[in-house]
């Protein structure tokens, strides 16, 4: 497929139709994936639904059975020394080289980049400080607890000073502190035109990072963009309601359980909640209805999802839709 060169330069990655298969099976199915500059990308989605296969085709270590991959706008088929020049790859449970200091491990990978002594040692420094592990510097890597030598690998993902960082479950093994280094980190990179790729099964912790979110499953991408639209667009196939009263709740419940535009019940403490197929009118409708009947409502709120129920809505689905 010939793909046009128009307006590739604005996407750190493109992915057009990109198939992954193992034999008979599909690992990924025709994704199609667009990650601007400058955004924090999350990719999420339960074992085998496709994403660490993805990850392998994006940092150039295996090809895809068919489809285009660009990485900076570089056909990575084509071009595949030139695309890496863009590209940062931190894989999880990264190996070190344990015998090395902190400031040699990162000076080895410096001169691998070619970066001159000068330079290389000004990169280090630098990069030391962005991870917050400048005063590790002397100390050997297999000193490190694992969370810093998380934050070590990324330190020398970032010496090059690549434009797409693909990041394979960064935070694995990580204490607050660093993956509180990992999150300042990740915005800083964003902040300076860099874009960042990323996958995680801590979703609390993706939802706080990113900016945009792609939710794989069976291979298929069956949803992405910015957080804030996919978590708009998730909730307004089914909102879910909470009442607050100061009577009993269970009347209410039955008294509602007539509408047929509620369901699915579940009585928390103190508060109703229940999902609602309508829209906002009929929504009021129900208000007025439970004041009119005598209930004395404290409120009724719609309960906003987050990224975790999303996804795991989606696996419930008996058949996960592809995208349009």
């Not at 990992?182 to 902040?191: E, G, K, S």
Request: net charge negative.
């Amino acid at each position: 497929m010939h793909i046009k060169t128009q307006n590739l330069d604005q996407y750190a990655v493109r992915t057009v139709d990109m198939r992954v298969d193992y034999g008979d099976f599909v690992a990924v199915n025709e994704l199609c994936l667009n990650v601007p500059k400058g955004e924090i990308y999350g990719l999420i989605g339960p074992n085998g639904a496709g994403k660490t296969s993805s990850f392998k085709v994006l940092a150039t270590l295996m090809e895809p059975t068919y489809g285009d991959v660009f990485i900076g706008g570089v056909d990575i088929s084509l071009h595949p020394e030139e695309a890496r020049k863009h590209l940062g790859y931190m894989p999880d449970l990264a190996p070190i080289a344990t015998d090395l200091k902190v400031w040699e491990f990162l000076d080895l990978f410096a001169g691998a980049h070619g970066l001159n002594n000068k330079t290389g040692k000004l990169r280090v420094e630098e990069c030391l400080d962005k991870v917050a592990l400048d005063d590790k510097r002397n100390e050997y890597c297999k000193s490190l607890s694992r969370g810093m030598m998380q934050r070590l690998v990324l330190a020398k993902t970032l010496l090059h000073r690549p434009s797409l960082f693909l990041l394979d479950e960064p935070a694995s093994g990580m204490d607050p502190e660093s993956r509180k280094a990992l999150r300042y980190t990740v915005r800083q990179l964003a902040n300076e035109g860099a874009a960042v790729l990323l996958s995680s099964h801590i979703l609390t912790e993706l939802e706080d990072m990113c900016t945009m979110v792609g939710m794989m499953s069976k291979g298929n991408l069956v949803e992405s963009g910015k957080i804030s639209d996919v978590i708009t667009r998730r909730s307004n196939e089914e909102k879910s309601l909470i009442i607050e009263s100061l009577d009993d709740l269970t009347p209410i419940a039955n008294f509602i359980s007539t509408n047929k535009l509620v369901g699915n019940f579940l009585v928390n403490e103190d508060e109703l909640v229940f999902s609602f197929n309508g829209n906002d009118e009929e929504q009021v409708q129900l208000l007025n209805d439970l004041v009119v009947e005598g209930f004395r409502i404290k409120s009724l709120r719609e309960q906003k999802k987050n990224i975790e129920q999303i996804l795991l809505e989606m696996n419930a689905a008996p058949n996960s839709e592809e995208p349009s």
